[in-house]
């Protein structure tokens, strides 16, 4: 029997009962110098991952954090093979689209999953102090890597993080799993 593996290019449709399982997913996490990209913040680390390791993995000079426009191109295509995974994504795609912006680029075009969003939905988050990928994984038993707040490590336990989540509450679509597109 074989599997059909859903093409997630940029002009595909997709469809919340499209099975997680056999679906790419691709883990991503960004470092930045702040928290606001209004503000001249800039991304310094970029990692997305899939199971099989890395796809995009940069260390951003100090100084001259950013992308260039062949980085946020390259950014752009691999951000449309398969599902996006990442942890309040809000704040990484915002950087994104910052950056997008600033080199006059369209932007990113991909359909996404917050694991912030199924922890929201469907974990009891008012016990707990914060909402950072590190508290998620604790809740759900997972070990939490000494090198967190660097991207590689980030992505990695934000595929941990999505896997459990998975089996914890019985996700088996990507509807269940609260997929969005997204066309910055």
Request: aromatic content about 6%; some cysteine.
């Amino acid at each position: 029997m074989s599997i059909h593996h859903p093409d997630f290019g940029h002009t595909s449709q997709w469809r919340h009962d499209t099975p997680i399982s056999g679906t790419p997913c691709l883990y991503l996490d960004l470092e930045t110098t702040g928290l606001h990209p209004d503000q001249g913040h800039r991304m310094t680390d970029v990692a997305v991952l899939d199971r099989g390791g890395a796809r995009v993995v940069w260390h951003l000079p100090d100084d001259n954090p950013g992308l260039s426009v062949e980085q946020i191109r390259r950014l752009d295509e691999c951000l449309g093979e398969g599902v996006v995974i990442g942890h309040n994504l809000s704040f990484d795609l915002g950087f994104i689209a910052a950056e997008a912006d600033r080199l006059d680029e369209s932007g990113i075009d991909c359909i996404y999953i917050d694991t912030l969003g199924i922890a929201r939905d469907c974990m009891d988050m008012e016990a707990f102090d914060d909402r950072r990928l590190a508290t998620v994984a604790e809740a759900l038993d997972l070990e939490v890597p000494d090198d967190l707040h660097e991207a590689v490590p980030d992505a990695r336990l934000v595929g941990d993080v999505f896997d459990a989540m998975i089996e914890r509450f019985d996700l088996e679509t990507l509807g269940d799993a609260g997929v969005q597109k997204l066309r910055l």
